[in-house]
């Protein structure tokens, strides 16, 4: 799943030419995303986030202030990657981050907590 989502904010920063300022903040924004990983992850396999429908982080357990912090600061950075990825693609960030829900989905360790199409949530299998 690291692999997947790192790799989808690499093509985001190759796709197109850049403004010099628009780099250095697609590099912020991809070492801020990779520097939370592991504690992204960690909220996942501890059920305290799930996976959303909509391609964000989503809080369903009992989280302290600094976790549900780092939900926030995920979900803000995934919001920059789909409208960078829908304005290319000519398309909207909703569309982006609902194709990105079933990657994420698909991708999640067993245990996460998944929302399908519908609304429904349950542990991945």
């Given at each position: 799943?690291?692999?997947?989502?790192?790799?989808?904010?690499?093509?985001?920063?190759?796709?197109?030419?850049?403004?010099?300022?628009?780099?250095?903040?697609?590099?912020?924004?991809?070492?801020?995303?990779?520097?939370?990983?592991?504690?992204?992850?960690?909220?996942?396999?501890?059920?305290?986030?799930?996976?959303?429908?909509?391609?964000f982080?989503?809080?369903?357990?009992?989280?302290?202030?600094?976790?549900?912090?780092?939900?926030?600061?995920?979900?803000?950075?995934?919001?920059?990657?789909?409208?960078?990825?829908?304005?290319?693609?000519?398309?909207?960030?909703?569309?982006?981050?609902?194709?990105?829900?079933?990657?994420?989905a698909?991708?999640?360790?067993?245990?996460?907590?998944?929302?399908?199409?519908?609304?429904?949530?349950?542990?991945?299998?």
């Amino acid at each position: 799943m690291k692999t997947r989502f790192l790799s989808l904010l690499l093509l985001v920063a190759l796709c197109g030419a850049f403004a010099p300022v628009a780099r250095a903040q697609d590099a912020e924004l991809k070492q801020r995303m990779a520097q939370r990983l592991v504690s992204v992850d960690d909220l996942r396999s501890r059920q305290i986030a799930g996976e959303n429908n909509a391609g964000f982080l989503e809080v369903r357990g009992p989280a302290n202030p600094q976790e549900r912090q780092l939900v926030e600061d995920e979900n803000r950075d995934r919001a920059a990657v789909y409208a960078l990825i829908a304005k290319r693609s000519e398309t909207t960030a909703e569309t982006v981050g609902r194709a990105r829900a079933k990657q994420l989905a698909a991708a999640s360790a067993k245990g996460v907590l998944v929302q399908d199409a519908a609304g429904n949530w349950a542990p991945k299998r």
